[in-house]
């Protein structure tokens, strides 16, 4: 899979060098099962047609540009991480979108025809909410004829859990929660995160969200060695204390992939402590 960052400078350069496509259209943050519908749906009409399968997204936020900067967003991942589940999904191309105050000016006419056109777009698939051009005022539904029927269009209804849309915003609130259990179900993979650990802090990588404060059982990934362990997270105080004395001085110091298993109960903690030194 090949990623592209567009931005202005360049933008004329990758509508020329595009290549005929379906494109998924959306944020895409998680890549969450909604996502991963969308992007399936694309996929099968890519392979119908004989074309690529391209996705575009835009980074940073439109909350933090049509702030100013004075909101902040909080992220589920950052875009290597993003671009390595959509290349498992069987994307082709990744534009990333460099969202400014030009970018969100545009008439939803003019982001039509700049990049879905241009990008030789001959389909567009997208959730039933996806909006674009300025103030969002165009949606998945006048898509066809904002590309003045150029463009077929595919909308995509939402995906449920326990009988409500499963969304970035959901998994987020989950997070801060502490309620990784349901993350399985809405993502399709277990919650991982990214960084270093040195003498019990956990230093993530930039774009990545924390579980509150609490107990819970993990698989940590050194790179060498995998260990199925438990931990007590205090994000406020970046420190990550390992149950395990042994697996933390062997991990201090290196760079780290946390998967985040199962949320414990106190009396849980305890018994799982006991039994090891037990054992």
């Known amino acids: 899979m090949k990623t592209i960052y567009l931005h202005s400078q360049n933008l004329a350069f990758w509508q020329k060098h595009s290549r005929e496509n379906v494109i998924a259209l959306g944020f895409f943050d998680g890549v969450h099962k909604g996502h991963q519908k969308v992007i399936r749906q694309a996929k099968?009409?890519?392979?119908?047609?004989?074309?690529?399968?391209?996705?575009?997204?835009?980074?940073?936020?439109p909350k933090v540009v049509l702030s100013g900067g004075k909101k902040k967003f909080n992220y589920l991942m950052p875009l290597k991480a993003k671009a390595e589940v959509l290349e498992s999904l069987g994307v082709d191309r990744f534009y990333i979108v460099e969202f400014d105050m030009n970018f969100a000016s545009l008439s939803p006419q003019d982001y039509v025809e700049k990049y879905l056109l241009k990008f030789s777009t001959v389909h567009a698939v997208a959730g039933y909410d996806f909006h674009y051009g300025k103030l969002g005022e165009g949606s998945i539904d006048r898509l066809k004829e904002d590309s003045a029927g150029r463009l077929d269009v595919t909308k995509v209804n939402k995906v449920e859990y326990l009988g409500k849309k499963i969304s970035s915003t959901r998994i987020r609130r989950a997070i801060v929660e502490g309620q990784v259990n349901d993350l399985s179900v809405m993502m399709g993979r277990l919650y991982e995160v990214k960084g270093k650990i040195l003498n019990h802090s956990f230093f993530p990588d930039d774009y990545y969200m924390l579980p509150r404060s609490g107990n819970y059982e993990v698989t940590i990934n050194s790179g060498s060695e995998v260990f199925y362990t438990t931990v007590q997270n205090n994000p406020e105080e970046g420190r990550l204390e390992i149950s395990d004395e042994r697996i933390g001085q062997e991990l201090n110091g290196l760079y780290i992939s946390v998967?985040?298993?199962?949320?414990?109960?106190?009396?849980?903690?305890?018994?799982?402590?006991c039994s090891r030194i037990e054992a």
């Open 44 to 61: 099968k009409e890519a392979e119908r047609r004989g074309v690529d399968l391209t996705v575009m997204s835009f980074f940073p936020h």
């Open 259 to 273: 998967t985040w298993r199962k949320r414990l109960s106190d009396v849980r903690l305890y018994e799982l402590v």
